[in-house]
T-cell receptor, first 114, second 109 residues
């Protein structure tokens, strides 16, 4: 299968700071990438759809000014959590669309805000 | 919102077939059925997808009922490494996924 990476795999930051998470498709180009958040013992929740060269589309209830998404190239999308608070601590997962039918997920980034 | 319902948990004996059901009674004509699994603290792994015909690959088989309102994922010979949460997702090709609660499969030695 195709490979999607995320960096960092885990990060600890202090409340009020910003954190950037990178999502890369390593062996294919992805016009569309998606960002999800997963709290302990819960399912994945879609946050936003990221399209290369255009603004991201956010799901209802997700603050676009808090979760900044940039999809500057066909292999890279970034999620920046601004002014992070402890309630933003979560597992953040990206996925990249390859072709029409296939969506591949990254390994996830564990964010802990202290 | 997720358009699928799955049992919360299932057990399967190692070496036996694991049959994981999924209901998607509101599926539309162009929507595909996708199956992914997630092992603890990892990203979901693609398993298989289908529209209306049964599908098989090296990992699993997907059986979709004729009315497409339900499907079953079959792992033919479950191993301990198949212990994971299995998600059934209905989506148009290229569209975002809305995950349901999934089925937690435990393979028992």
């Amino acid at each position: 299968g195709a490979v999607v990476s995320q960096h960092p795999s885990w990060v600890i930051c202090k409340s009020g700071t910003s954190v950037k998470i990178e999502c890369r498709s390593l062996d294919f180009q992805a016009t569309t990438m998606f960002w999800y958040r997963q709290f302990p013992k819960q399912s994945l929740m879609l946050m936003a759809t990221s399209n290369e060269g255009s603004k991201a589309t956010y799901e209802q209830g997700v603050e676009k000014d808090k979760f900044l998404i940039n999809h500057a190239s066909l292999t890279l999308s970034t999620l920046t959590v601004t002014s992070a608070h402890p309630e933003d601590s979560s597992f953040y997962i990206c996925s990249a669309q390859r072709g029409v039918y296939e969506q591949y997920f990254g390994p996830g980034t564990r964010l802990t805000v202290t | 919102d997720a358009k699928t319902t799955q049992p919360t948990s299932m057990d399967c004996a190692e070496g036996r077939a694991a049959n994981l059901p999924c209901n998607h009674s509101t599926i539309s004509g162009n929507e595909y059925v996708y199956w992914y699994r997630q092992i603890h603290s990892q990203g979901p792994q693609y398993i298989i997808h289908g529209l209306k015909n049964n599908e098989t690959n090296e990992m699993a088989s997907l059986i979709i009922t004729e009315d497409r309102k339900s499907s079953t994922l079959i792992l033919p010979h479950a191993t301990l490494r198949d212990t994971a949460v299995y998600y059934c997702i209905v989506s148009l090709p290229g569209n975002q996924f809305y995950f349901g609660t999934g089925t937690s499969l435990t393979v028992i030695p």
